[in-house]
């Protein structure tokens, strides 16, 4: 099922998530914040249930590798963009998140180009993303203090950077190994999926 599976829990839990990031948007602009709030929640809700279902049923595939982070970003970037139109403070968060998923899909072609296949998330980019919604979420769901909000908005930062880091020196040590060492090894198994 790890290969040829489109039509999975995980890979359907990831396209709704798609679809939530419009409505996210939508209802953001016309002034309901607290139903844009919880069709966020259903997403992060979502985003750990296809996770979970990925791994307990052995449903990981390529598509889901690919699909869960591309969920995750448009959400990351739609949330991150409306706040910004509120909240000056996340205007930088925004272009930082640019910024990183531009460089980040820069590696992800070149590693897919050089190894066939996509390569699952790691705990640093699934703790970059945590921290990341819940700054979010906080927001959303009530106007923190100025203070608070910049704590929130600097731990956001502070996890794109460091886990872009990561990313970098784990495909740096991959590309050092080889490619052919990386093919040898099983699909991922185990570790998830991608962020």
Known sequence: MRERAIFTIPNLLSAFRLLLAG??????????????????LLSVATDGADGYFAR????????????DPVADKLTQVVTLWLLASRCAGFRPLTALLLAKEAYMAAW????VRRLGRPLSARW??????????????????WQPGAA?????IAAAQAG??????LYTARYVRILARGAGYYKCLPADAGKGRSS
């Open 23 to 40: 409505l996210i948007a939508g209802l953001y602009r016309a002034g309901d914040v607290p139903g844009a709030a919880c069709a966020f």
């Open 108 to 111: 992800g072609v070149f590693m």
């Open 124 to 141: 640093y980019g699934k703790a970059a993303t945590a921290v990341l919604f819940a700054a979010v979420g906080i927001h959303l769901l």
């Open 160 to 165: 794109i950077v460091g886990s872009a880091a």
């Open 148 to 152: 608070l909000s910049a704590a929130l």
């Open 56 to 67: 307990k049923y052995h449903m990981v595939s390529d598509l889901g590798k690919v699909l």
